[in-house]
């Protein structure tokens, strides 16, 4: 990597759980992965078994720590540590809650998790200005003790986000958050200059195990 204190964050979205099959909201539930998932992560662990990453950070609920101990696998030099800053959004009354009855019951905090827009209070949950500053800070600590390293992060697709609107800033009115599949593999670099996207939402890996990319919270 050439010396410009250039901090490198392989991010990697947890593999596919029950929930997220079936569009029941997890939030911060801790759930593990389905066979698929499973699948999924010793894909992109494969995919990465030859990279080679200072530090490895994943969010310490199962479904990510399950995604990042299969890539770690290919790794005996590193160690999981697990951070509760990259946990998915807190979102209180509405985990473990289907998408369907949500958009009844709530339709102006789920058109906010579509749309680059203010979402209310979640009900028992993290605010989405706290949210983002969980992420935020967390992305900025990490290319301090970083700098001029490359590191693993596995994380979740809300948290991700944040992430792309750290790094890029907000989207025009009315345009659509982007989201990435689960075991995808997006990549944002700390240059001295300030952030950069490099790759977003790459899944081409999973075609090895005969899937395309699906896109789901």
């Known amino acids: ?12 979205r947890h593999g596919q759980t029950t929930a997220n099959r079936t569009g029941i909201l997890q939030g911060q539930l801790d759930t593990p992965l389905d066979a698929v998932g499973i699948a999924q992560a010793h894909a992109i662990a494969e995919r990465l078994k030859n990279d080679r990453f200072a530090a490895v950070y994943s969010s310490d609920l199962t479904r990510a720590m399950f995604t990042a101990q299969a890539i770690v696998s290919h790794h005996p030099e590193l160690v999981v540590t697990p951070c509760r800053e990259l946990r998915e959004w807190n979102l209180g009354e509405l985990q473990a809650q289907s998408y369907d009855d949500l958009r009844q019951k709530y339709p102006e905090i789920l058109a906010g998790f579509k749309l680059d827009s203010p979402i209310p209070a979640i009900p028992g949950g993290e605010s989405q200005k706290d949210f983002q500053k969980r992420i935020s800070d967390f992305m900025e600590f990490l290319s301090c003790r970083h700098a001029n390293e490359r590191i693993l992060l596995v994380s979740h697709g809300g948290a991700m986000q944040r992430m792309f609107s750290h790094v890029t800033g907000m989207l025009a009115p009315g345009n659509i958050r982007p989201l990435c599949g689960n ?30 990319t699906t896109l789901t919270f």
């Open 183 to 212: 075991a995808s593999l997006s990549v944002f670099q700390k240059r001295t200059a300030g952030w950069q996207l490099i790759t977003w939402n790459d899944t081409s890996h999973l075609a090895a195990i005969g899937q395309h």
């Open 1 to 12: 990597m050439p010396n410009d204190n250039i901090c490198e964050l392989v991010v990697v």
